[in-house]
C-alpha cells in the first residue's frame, strides 16, 4: 500500500469527505479486483456484482467510526472481512424461507475453497465454521478469509498478514483440514 494510501485513510479516519472519494478512485481498480474474483465463485444467477459489493464493502468500511488503519493488512483484512458479511448478508435473505435439509458442503482444495456455483446454504456454513476456527486461531481463520473472501493467492496474503509464505502455506493446510474435519462431522 503506498504512502498516498496510508495518508487518504488517515484522512478517512478524521472524516475528511475529500480523503474519502480520493480514497475510493485510489483503490477502487484493486477492491474490484477481488470482488470480482470472489464473484466467479457465485451462482450465475447472483443478484449481487462485483461493483456492488465494492460500493457497499467502501461504505461500511468508511462509516465504522474512529478507525486508525494501520497498514494494506489492515485495510484488506477489513475489506475482505465487509465482504465476507456482505455476502453472508445476502445469502441470508436467499434462504429466508428455505427449510430442509442441510446444504452439500464442499470441500478446500490445494487452490482454494472448491465452492464453484456457491449455494447461499454452503456460504452459511463456511460463515458458521470459519467464526468457530476463528475462536480456535485467528491467523488460520484470517488465511482463509484472505484467500477467499478477497481472492489473494498466496504470496498476497503473506504479504497482507506479515509472514511468510511458508507460514501462509502452513496456516491454509491446517485451516484446510480442520474445515474439512467439521463439514464431515456435521453431515
Not at 496474503?157 to 493446510?173: C, F, H, I, Q
Amino acid at each position: 500500500m503506498s504512502d498516498e494510501t496510508l495518508r487518504l485513510l488517515a484522512g478517512v479516519s478524521q472524516g475528511d469527505r475529500e480523503c474519502i472519494d480520493r480514497l475510493m478512485t485510489h483503490v477502487y481498480d484493486e477492491l474490484k479486483g477481488i470482488a470480482s474474483k470472489r464473484m466467479r465463485d457465485e451462482n450465475a444467477g447472483h443478484t449481487l456484482q462485483p461493483t456492488a459489493l465494492v460500493n457497499e464493502a467502501f461504505l461500511r468500511m468508511i462509516g465504522q467510526s474512529r478507525v486508525e488503519w494501520k497498514d494494506k493488512a489492515h485495510f484488506f483484512a477489513i475489506a475482505a472481512n465487509q465482504m465476507r458479511r456482505i455476502l453472508i448478508d445476502h445469502a441470508r435473505k436467499r434462504t429466508a424461507g428455505k427449510r430442509g435439509g442441510k446444504a452439500k458442503k464442499q470441500i478446500l482444495d490445494e487452490g482454494g475453497l472448491a465452492l464453484p456455483e456457491a449455494d447461499p446454504l454452503e456460504l452459511l456454513a463456511l460463515d458458521d465454521v470459519l467464526s468457530r476456527l476463528s475462536q480456535l486461531n485467528e491467523r488460520h481463520a484470517r488465511v482463509v478469509e484472505l484467500r477467499y473472501f478477497a481472492g489473494l493467492d498466496l504470496n498476497e496474503t503473506a504479504e497482507a498478514l506479515g509472514v511468510s509464505v511458508a507460514t501462509v502455506k502452513n496456516d491454509w493446510r491446517v485451516a484446510r483440514a480442520w474445515l474439512a474435519t467439521q463439514w464431515d462431522a456435521e453431515s
